[in-house]
């Protein structure tokens, strides 16, 4: 906020003066809101996700959570950030196999089944992305970061073809409307979806 820079802005501190640290703390303590509300719905599912629950789960008054979110759309649509945010990280930065330090095969396997139980407990979130983004949503940074790790881990693991179009392909597969379809519709479970997942990315690499 300006009134925040101004702040910031009006020379070094008097000395024994503590560090600014509103900006570093509000970072902390939205992180701490998400990560309470991730749990929720991953415990009760994403209509049991309230301002009122998250406030009683998180220990604060309601207000607190208006004023961080504004609403439950909001809160819904940062939940879903918070969570590719993590996601991403996880692929990226985090523990084999999902990692780095596992064979590409391997990552390949666990990013998909990682996906997949993210989908099960936050399908409507990821859901109503997709279908709100349908018109950019292969031409958007979300996607193109996913694109670029499955692309990546299919050239080092030299799978033939026609990288592009194959990493599309394996994306397609872990789209929230056709995954939650499986599901709701069909009947699978997450685990035999998973199965069907791993047997398709060693059939890709092996050809």
């Given amino acids: 906020m300006p009134g925040d820079r101004r702040l910031l802005d009006i020379g070094p501190p008097l000395p024994g003066a503590p560090e600014p640290t509103e900006r570093a703390d509000a970072a902390r303590n939205r992180r701490l809101l998400l990560d309470a509300a991730q749990?929720?719905?991953?415990?009760?599912g994403v209509d049991c996700l309230t301002m009122d629950a998250l406030a009683k789960r998180a220990g604060v008054g309601k207000g607190t959570i208006f004023r961080r979110f504004g609403s439950r759309a909001g809160l819904m649509l940062a939940l879903l950030d918070h969570s590719e945010r993590k996601y991403q990280e996880a692929f990226m930065f985090g523990q084999p196999p999902l990692g780095p330090g596992a064979p590409p095969v391997e990552r390949l396997v666990a990013f998909?089944?990682?996906?997949?139980?993210?989908?099960?407990?936050?399908?409507e979130l990821h859901r109503?992305?997709?279908?709100?983004?349908?018109?950019?949503?292969y031409s958007g940074a979300p996607y193109g970061l996913l694109r670029a790790h499955v692309a990546m881990l299919l050239r080092q693991a030299a799978a033939p073809g026609e990288i592009a179009l194959v990493?599309?392909?394996?994306?397609?597969?872990?789209?929230?409307?056709?995954?939650?379809?499986?599901?709701?519709?069909?009947?699978?479970?997450?685990?035999?979806?998973?199965?069907?997942?791993?047997?398709?990315?060693?059939?890709?690499?092996?050809?």
């Fill in 39 to 44: 749990q929720l719905v991953r415990e009760q």
């Fill in 112 to 123: 998909g089944r990682v996906r997949l139980l993210d989908i099960e407990v936050e399908g």
């Fill in 128 to 137: 109503a992305a997709e279908i709100g983004g349908a018109r950019d949503r």
């Fill in 167 to 207: 990493t599309d392909s394996l994306l397609a597969m872990l789209s929230a409307a056709l995954v939650m379809h499986q599901m709701q519709v069909q009947g699978y479970t997450r685990e035999q979806i998973g199965d069907n997942w791993e047997a398709i990315v060693r059939r890709v690499v092996t050809r």
